[in-house]
Structure formats: C-alpha cells, structure tokens
C-alpha cells in the first residue's frame, strides 16, 4: 500500500558497528546502498572497498515475525586502494556507487565503482562441489599433465550453500576525473559512468572501449565553472538520459540525435530568488543527485536544502519543492566553515512515485507524501528506538522556545549525517545509511 | 559491518582460463557439465573404469574422457575401436579451434570460460546425444559461451534426418524458446532457421509462432536477437509466409522504441528485399525502410548508410533511382557527422552499383553537388572517409570529368588541414593514375607529401613512408630522385626509431622497384657515410640499412661495399653498435661467399666473442655458429643418403642439400629455433668439430 502513515514503520534490523561511536572506523562508514529490481536483495557499499548483500528472508512458519527481514547474504572486497604513479595519485577504495543489473538467470549481477574503476559482479550460489578433478589434486594445485595415466570422471558432492561473488569484468581508464555516478540503460546492453566533466557510455561486454558522450572540460581550465554531479538513465527511454551540475541546473539529452550529446534537449532550471541571494547561494543550489520516477514522467534532484521534482515536460521550474532543514539557512557559514556545507545528499522514490526520501543531519531522514503534502522526520538511530516499535516523529525547534521533545537547531549533531537512503522497488521497506550502521525499516505488519 | 555467518569468498583466487591445446584440461570446474553428468550414475562409470590406456602415445587425449560423460547420459559405453578413429580427426579440429578461442580468457575470472573448449569439442562429436550439454550452454550468461554452443547447434541439426529432428532437435528449441531466461531465448532465436526447412507443415507452423512472440519478447536482448536473425529466418521460409508473416514482424522490429533494435531491422531489409518482387517491394517493404532513412536516431540512419550498398543491389535499380538516391543525398547532409561519414564512404560503391549507362549522369548530377559539400565539411571523420574513396570516382566518371570536376576537390582535399584526409588521398593515387595520370597532380602532391613528410605527428609520418614505395612506383625515379629521395634519407635519422625502423624498410623496397644499379648509385653511398656519425643512433641505423638492403642489392654490393664497412665497425667504442655488427654478420652471412666468410667475417666475430661486453659476446657467438652452419654447408654439402657430416647436430636442421651459388637470396637458410639457448649450445658444439676438421 502507499505511505499512508509514515510514522508506522517499524524497526526490525539494524547492522553495523555494535560497539560505542569510538570504534567507528572510517573503512565501516557505508557510501551507498542500493535495492535490487525485485527488492530482495540490497547491496551496500563502504568506504573500505566492500560491499555487503543483504538477502530478505522467505517466509518461516517456525519464526512468523522473520518474514521481510533482511539478513547478510555475501560480502566481499570489490575495490582495493591503489595508486596512480603517472600521475602520484592515491585512488581510494571507496565504493562510490553499486547499481544492479536486470536479471538475466539465477545469479545476480551489480556494477560497483570507485573513483575510476567499475567492476561487474557476478553473486551466485553453488550447493554443489565436484570432487576428483584430473588435473588438479584436491588442493586445488595442478597436477602435471605427464603424470596422468588415468582419467576419471568428477563426481559431484552435495556441500553447505555457498554465495560467491566473482568479478566478470573491469571497466577501468576511462575517467582523468572521479566517477560520481553509474546508470544502466534500459536496453540492458548499455551503461553510463559520469565524472566531474564527462560521461562515458559504456557495452556491458565490451571493456577495452567506451564512447564518451558528453564533454564539458573547458579547453582552459580557468574557464571551468561547473561540475557534473550526478547522471542517470530514464528508466524506460532508452535514448534519454539527464546529468545535474553544480551550478543546480539540469540537462536531458536525446542519444538519437546525435552521437555526441553535448548539446541538450533540454534545460531544467529553475529561476533564482533575488531575495535569497547570499554568498552561499550557488554552494547550496548545486545538485548532489537526480533521480528519475519509476514512471519515467517525473524527476527528483536533491540539493543542499531541499529536494525538487521536476516534470520533464515543464523545464522552467520544478512542480513539487519540499523543505528538507531549511532550518538550517541561518547556519550556512558555520556549515561552510565545518565544510558540512558540500554534503552530497541522495534521494529516492518509494515504489508508486507516491513518496520520496531524502537524509539530513542528526540521523534525521525526511519523507514527503506528494499527495497529502505531508512530510515527516524520523531520526534512525538504536536509542531512541526499541526493535517492533513504530519510530516516533521528531521536531526540530526553529523558535525561541523549545517544546518538550523538540530539537533544538543548535543541539544537532552534524557528524551524524544520513547521505544514502533506498527504497523497496515495491514494498514500504526503507534501508537508511547512518554512517556505519544501516538501518532497515519496514511498514508495521498488522 | 558484523562479520556475516554466509560463506563469502574474495573472488581473487588463482584461476588460470583455460585454454584450449595445452594440456587436457576439458574436464574442470564444470558445473553445467557435470550437473547434467550426474543425472546418469557417475560412480558407476567410475568403477568400472576400464583399465584401457586412456592417453595415447603421442600423449594426446583420447576422446574416452568425454565419451564417459556422454556415455553416462545416454546409458552406454563406446567402444574404444572408434575412439580411435576419432582422435585423429579430433586433433586437427583442435588445432583449428585454438585459434577462435580467444575471446573468453578476455571475458573474464572463472567458471564459464572453461566450458568454452567444451562447447568446441562437442562440437565435433555429432551425436544427438550430445544436446544436453549444449542446450545448457546455450542458456550461460557469458555471450562468446552461448554464440559457440548455438554455432554447434547449429552444425548438429544438420546431421539429424527429419524424423530424429522433429524428436529430438525440434523440442530443445522449443524449450530454449520458451526459457524463463532471456539468455535461452536469445539462444533459440538463431536456431529457428535451421530446423525449419526441413520440419514437417505442422511443426513449420509452430516453429513460425514461436519465432513471432520471440519479436515480441519483453526484454530488448530478445527482441534485438530476433531482429538480428530475421533475415535469415524469411530466407528458409516459403515466399507466402515472408509476405503474410515477416514483412509484419519486420515493420514492428523497425518501429520498436528501442533504437539497438529498429537498427538491426535495416539488416534484415536486405534479406527480405532479396526475396520479394519489386511490386511487393514498392508496397511492403519501402514504407518501413523510408522511415528508417527519416528516423529520429542517428544510429538507425547510419545503420542505412552503411548497410547502403546491399540495400541498392537488394532492392534493384527502379527503387534506388527514385527513393535510395534522394535517401542518400539525404545522408550525406545527415545532421550527424558519423551518419554523413558512413555514407560518405558508400559513394564509389554506390557508383559502381548503378547500371553501366545512367552511371555519370546520376552521379555528376545528383551526388557530385553533395560530395563537393562534403570535402570542407566540418567534421575530420567524414572528410577522411570521402577522401578514402573519391578517387575510386574517377574509373566510373572518365578522364574528361575527373580533370574537370574531380581533380579540383582532390587538390583541395591535398590541403586539408586535417593530415588524415591528404594520406587517405595520397594512398589511393593508383585510381587516378591509371584514368589521368600522375602528372596533372604531381605539382600538388609534391607539397602535400612534403608536409606529411615533416609533420609533428610521428604516425603521420609513418603512414606517408609506408606509401612511398607506390608513389615511386607512380611517379617515376627521376621525378623521384629529384622530390623525394632527400625525404627518404632524412627519415632515416628521425629522433623516433619507428621512423628510422621503416624508412629503412622503405629504403628495400625502392631498390626492388628501382634495381640494384639505382642503389649503388643513389642510396648506398648515403648510407655508407653515416657509419662515420657521430650519434651512435645514425651509426646503428647503417647497421640496419645494410640488413635490409643486402638481400636486395645481391652478393657483389655486399661483399665489396657494405661488408667492409660493418667490419670496420665492429671496433666501434658503443657496444650496442657492436653487437648490432654481430647480427648484421649473421644477417648478410648468407649472402657472402665462402672466401668474405672465412677470411673477413670470421675472425671479427671471434673477436666479438672476445668482447668484454656480454651482450657483445652473445650476438658474436649466435653469429659465429649460424656462420659456421652456413659455411659447413658451403664446404660439406650434405649427402642425400648419408648422415650429416657434423656428429650431433641435428638432421631436420638442412633442409635440403645446397651446393655453393645456389642461394635463391630468401634470407638465411638457417633460422634459430625457440629456444636459442638449446639450440645453441647444440651449435656451438657442431661448430668446434668444424673448425678441428677444417685445421685439417
């Protein structure tokens, strides 16, 4: 069902560093997460280079209450550190997005990337071991091919079931700049990575070759005034895709009408308040993500302190703009001065549009009902809340006086920063990325 | 994160692919096979074992180790009499397939790769019973995996009679249409084609069902599959159906809304084109392929322009005067460069492809405006792609037009900023050549190629040395020694070594086209000087002159001009060029006489294998016993019963007899084999025994 009472979702799961705030380590602090198509599976990424599957349970008629509950399915080490000795660059490990691929048999594929690296995995499962190989003893170590007099047919065993996940491909060099984005197309043959200044479109089978398809690197590098922030496929059009700057603008290009899409189709902006105008003002219009509906008629951008959705038919201005803290207006330049100011915030659509998702700080995450023009702040975190309980609504106080379980705007914890959240393709289950510790929630079962 | 309880593993393992031709290996981490195998009782086969020598002696491997697997399938054993047999075929087939099995090392870690060589030797089996491996295969995920099963597929259906295709072969495809996975349908799209011909009405009426829903597939993969194979399918079809159900099915592929898959129906147009009448064409094929040439995506109208050719022959003169010619005027003036530059490139084959008698006029008034258009076109690409066939205009237009018309775009096209645009001019010069000769341009060309010549890009350079032998060939020596020859010299002192590699090149084949007396006159002299350069590079490059040339120039430029030259250099203070005299002197050894070998050239290498340098020492010593081989062969020609006259040294090293003077000048008789280290250790040995014997 839609988002009615938002305020309903429960609290089942939470993973992450049990121990206090000082063992956070920087390597545990998630960077992503990402649901699969059907929702099952949800895939989170951290700055160490790992990536975590959690596999929602099936129902279990000896634990009723598991049913919807997600548990860690594989983990493994996508990216490692490395570095760039043409250029004495360290290329971080950080896992920078994941995106999965549609399903195509019964394993399950994902793009993960970091900086400049984008890897296809293969997870699939095996409950069986074949045993007796010709050419290898049952270490695992080749045999030498002349001292084999006798063949032998492998005989398969039964064994514990095991995820694996093996790396199928390596899209690597093509990106000077960080790559802060990765799409797959809709024809489920291609993809798009984005850097700071150029997209490349990419064949899922092809590694040594990819097509560049926009390029806003001025040819001085003085005359660079903005940045490619965020790039994404439209869902169902094939040939359209968006990309967002920093400058808050958007662009939609149309791949069929030319190879290269520098030029665009379209143009979403939306005209400046005069009255707003401050210092700050180009920092926090800058857009950290663009998402498009699962519709395909709707798109959503973040920034710094609202999040807006955009009908592709009307570029002039957005036809939704929900508040996200605009609270925190007044304090743009101790933000600035904490450098919290350049926070990347995500955002998502629930599965029938209905709703969309966004974080803030002190754990808060907002959600915004489109049609009854309700919002509400939830605040993920393990003390104020109790497993199967429903998560209370917090205040923020803007005012002089501060009512009994309202927040003040001074006491809010800005390393407690809620940047990646996803929504269940279908379901009302939510996965929140509170620095090292996800967070999982779901509708109240009745 | 918390340490999960799910088993997980880094997937970094050492997993070597595996390749086919070394060492059998077929029988690894294979699950698809082996799941299959298990259906039979694999333990079973196990223990009775048969005690049978399974590798045979010249350590191949007997096909026993797949026969047990099928013979588990089917319940069976076979019998080693035909194994036999088989494995001798098996062996050159192997040899064969090695060769495609490139891709899927690329492709990646572990897992499907191996059952890549599994595919291939499947392949060769041709047994029905074999199609359970296979069909799994054709449903993996990996795409060089399932092309190779469906190719085998495909080559098994052939062998099937009607009756064991319709019972076995018929319901795999059926299941492969029908998977749950879109890998499988894929798959099955491609084998609708061959089973079709030869099924009976009711199964071809099935048949045909199934390859329509799979055009209507939900995934694009499908669709794009479906689309890819449409044109073969209309061509085993009978003509009422091509008309009643393919031309249908066409005309939606060509208007899916996904362009990867409106663009492979261009494809299928020319097959279905082939089969149908003009009057059907007119009707049931043009609409479609006149929106195709409008399409919103480029990639569609490029997908038209490169496919033009086989559309034109295709759909037969009337249609391409009135619709293909103005679609092409509209490609040329495509607002995409890469649409514009794939028809740029169709313009001379679409002139050859016009009927003989409408030729010029079609092309001098309904293309020749466009092309002019084309040759300052913004975009280098399409200019280049013009330039690569422009010439190819001038056979099609005659003598009087190419000067009057054509002749003004080629010097333009001899300015182009763009570098790539003069080569491809200049590299096509033999057109023009033999409709109005060189002359008329040679005043242009002249500064062209002299640009080319000095441009910053060394690859540019390149390409221009490469074509230099044609333009000699075009031009003439005299117009040569006067424009070019400088330029060929002073590549060869080019701070690149790719450009001193091939202007040396570049140096032989002029002499071929020139002759030997040219050489010794103009370019030996020129080289020979730069022995005396200060820069070691410039010394090194006469080393590598004389290599070249030696074999060129013959036996009496060697022996009196070069060869002192490359002995007086072997005192040179650079060891690189020291040792560069070694190689020269196992080089141009078989071009020397017995008296330059053993008087001159023999005692320089000793003393090179007397350097201090171990580089030095090395290339002597190789030299000494090539050389030493070769004289051996001057002074003892080998008995044609007898054994060779050197204890050890292996016979299948002469190939044949040679008697002094006989050398054919194809290079050194004697080459070292891989391992030069083996080899020569075996030489050096064959070569103290013949110098003992000629003391004596």
């Known amino acids: ?446 | 994160m918390n340490p999960c309880t799910c088993f997980f593993r880094l997937g970094k393992g050492r997993r070597g692919s595996i390749r086919f031709l070394s060492p059998p290996v077929f029988l690894s981490s294979d699950l698809q096979l082996l799941q299959w195998g298990s259906e039979g009782s694999l333990n079973h086969r196990d223990r009775n074992s048969a005690p049978q020598p399974l590798l045979n002696p010249r350590g191949g491997l007997l096909p026993c180790c797949l026969g047990a697997g099928r013979g588990l399938g089917a319940g069976r054993g076979l019998g080693a009499g035909r194994e036999a047999v088989t494995s001798s075929r098996r062996r050159k087939n192997m040899a064969g397939a090695s060769g495609l099995g490139t891709g899927p090392g690329a492709a990646g870690g572990d897992g499907d790769d191996s059952l890549y060589p599994i595919a291939v030797l499947i392949d060769e089996l041709r047994n029905e019973d074999v199609q359970p491996p296979l069909e799994n295969l054709a449903t993996v995920e990996e795409t060089v995996v399932r092309d190779k099963a469906v190719e085998s597929l495909r080559q098994i259906s052939q062998e099937h009679t009607p009756v064991a295709l319709e019972a076995y072969f018929v319901p795999l495809v059926k299941r492969l249409a029908s998977g749950d996975w879109f890998t499988s349908r894929t798959s099955a799209c491609s084998l609708f084609s061959v089973c079709y011909p030869r099924a009976s009405n009711a199964v071809k009426a099935e048949i045909r069902q199934q390859f329509r829903s799979l055009c209507s597939d939900d995934t694009p993969m499908v669709r794009r599959a479906a689309a890819s194979k449409l044109g073969e399918f209309a061509k085993v079809l009978e003509l009422d159906s091509v008309k009643s159900e393919i031309v249908p099915l066409f005309t939606n592929l060509a208007s899916d809304e996904q362009d990867s898959v409106r663009l492979l129906a261009v494809e299928a147009c020319v097959s279905i084109a082939q089969l149908l009448s003009q009057d059907d064409l007119e009707t049931l094929v043009m609409p479609t392929l006149r929106q195709a040439v409008e399409d919103k995506s480029w990639r569609v109208r490029y997908m038209v322009a490169d496919k033009f050719s086989e559309l034109q022959k295709a759909m037969g003169p009337k249609i391409t005067l009135n619709d293909l010619i103005p679609a092409f005027q509209n490609l040329l003036k495509d607002c995409e460069a890469e649409v514009r530059a794939a028809a740029a490139h169709k313009v001379k084959e679409l002139g050859e492809n016009l009927p003989i008698e409408d030729r010029e006029t079609i092309i001098m008034n309904q293309i020749l405006p466009y092309i002019k258009e084309l040759v300052s076109d913004t975009n280098p690409h399409v200019k280049s792609a013009l330039a690569s066939v422009i010439m190819g205009l001038s056979t099609i237009l005659g003598k009087e037009n190419t000067i009057e018309h054509l002749l003004p775009l080629f010097l333009a096209q001899l300015k182009d900023e763009c570098p790539e645009v003069r080569l491809n001019i200049i590299s096509n010069l033999d057109c023009v050549n033999e409709v109005i000769g060189i002359r008329q341009l040679s005043q242009s060309l002249l500064p062209a190629i002299v640009e080319l010549a000095e441009d910053a890009k060394w690859r540019v350079r390149l390409a221009i040395i490469e074509y230099m032998p044609l333009l000699a060939g075009q031009l003439g020596v005299e117009f040569f020694d006067e424009k070019l020859n400088s330029l060929c010299m002073a590549w060869l002192v080019d701070h690149v070594y790719a450009i001193r590699e091939a202007a040396t090149n570049n140096l032989m084949k002029l002499v071929q086209k020139f002759g030997t007396e040219w050489a010794q006159n103009t370019i030996v002299p020129k080289v020979l000087v730069m022995a005396n350069d200060p820069n070691y590079l410039h010394r090194m490059t006469t080393l590598f002159c004389i290599n070249a040339l030696s074999e060129a120039c013959g036996q009496e430029i060697t022996t009196k001009q070069m060869l002192p030259i490359v002995l007086k250099m072997a005192g040179d203070q650079v060891a690189n060029v020291r040792f560069n005299v070694a190689k020269s002197l196992q080089k141009i050894g078989p071009i020397l006489d017995t008296n330059a070998l053993q008087g001159e050239v023999k005692p320089v290498l000793q003393k090179l294998g007397q350097d201090e340098d171990m580089d030095v020492k090395y290339f002597a010593q190789e030299a000494i016993s090539v050389v030493a081989q070769r004289l051996r062969k001057l002074d003892f020609p080998v008995k044609d019963s007898g054994e060779p006259s050197v204890p050890r040294a292996d016979k299948n090293h002469f190939p044949r007899p040679r008697v002094p003077g006989e050398d054919t000048g194809k290079g050194p008789v004697y080459q070292l084999h891989g391992d030069t280290r083996d080899t020569l250790a075996q030489l050096e040995i064959a070569e103290l025994v013949h110098f003992s014997q000629s003391r004596d």
């Open chain 1, 1 to 446: 069902g839609r988002v009615k009472e938002m305020n309903t979702y429960a609290w089942p799961t939470v993973f992450g560093g049990a121990g206090g705030e000082s063992e956070r380590t920087r390597a545990d602090i998630i960077s992503t997460v990402e649901f699969n198509y059907s929702g099952d599976l949800l895939a989170t990424g951290d700055k160490g280079g790992r990536v975590v599957i959690f596999q929602r349970e099936q129902e279990n008629k000896s634990r009723p209450h598991s049913r919807g509950e997600y548990n860690v399915y594989s983990t493994f080490q996508s990216h490692e550190p490395e570095f760039d000795y043409l250029k004495s660059l360290e290329i971080e490990e950080k896992i920078n997005k994941i995106r999965w691929l549609p399903q195509q048999n019964a394993a399950h594929f994902l793009l993960s990337t970091n900086d400049k690296t984008i890897k296809l995995w293969k997870i699939s499962e095996r409950d069986k071991r074949a045993e007796g190989y010709n050419l290898k003893d049952e270490d695992g170590r080749l045999r030498d091919p002349f001292r084999i007099t006798a063949l032998r047919v492998p005989i398969l065993k039964p064994m514990d079931l095991m995820v694996e996940a093996s790396p199928r491909r390596i899209f690597a060099n093509a990106h000077t700049y960080h790559i802060n984005s990765i799409s797959v197309n809709s024809d489920h043959e291609t993809y798009l990575s984005a850097d700071d200044l150029r997209i490349n479109l990419w064949h899922l089978e092809i590694t040594d070759r990819s097509f560049n398809i926009v390029d806003i690197k001025p040819a001085n590098m003085e005359e660079l005034t903005e940045v490619i922030t965020a790039a994404e496929f439209h869902p169902h059009q094939c040939n359209v895709f968006v990309y967002s700057s920093s400058k808050g603008t958007i662009r939609l290009c149309d791949m069929r009408s030319s190879a290269l899409c520098d030029r665009h189709s379209k143009f979403f902006e939306e005209p400046e308040d005069p009255s707003s105008r401050s210092f700050f003002s180009e920092i926090i219009s800058s857009i950290s993500d663009v998402k498009f509906s699962h519709s395909g008629r709707y798109m959503m951008t973040r920034d710094y302190l609202s999040v807006k959705v955009w009908d592709l038919n009307m570029e002039s201005r957005p036809v939704e703009t929900h508040q996200v803290h605009e609270y925190l207006r007044s304090k743009l330049c101790s933000l600035y001065e904490n450098d919290c100011i350049f926070d990347k915030f995500e955002c998502c659509w629930n599965g029938s549009d209905s709703a969309i998702m966004t974080g803030s700080y002190n754990n808060f995450f907002r959600m915004f009902d489109r049609d009854t023009r309700r919002d509400v702040t939830l605040e993920a975190s393990r003390e104020s809340s109790k497993p199967r309980a429903s998560l209370k609504p917090r205040k923020v106080c803007t005012g002089g006086k501060r009512k009994k379980d309202e927040i003040s705007v001074d006491s809010l914890d800005f390393n407690k920063k809620i940047l990646h959240t996803a929504w269940h393709p279908a379901d009302n289950v939510i996965a929140v990325a509170a620095t090292n510790n996800l967070y999982i929630f779901q509708d109240k079962i009745n």
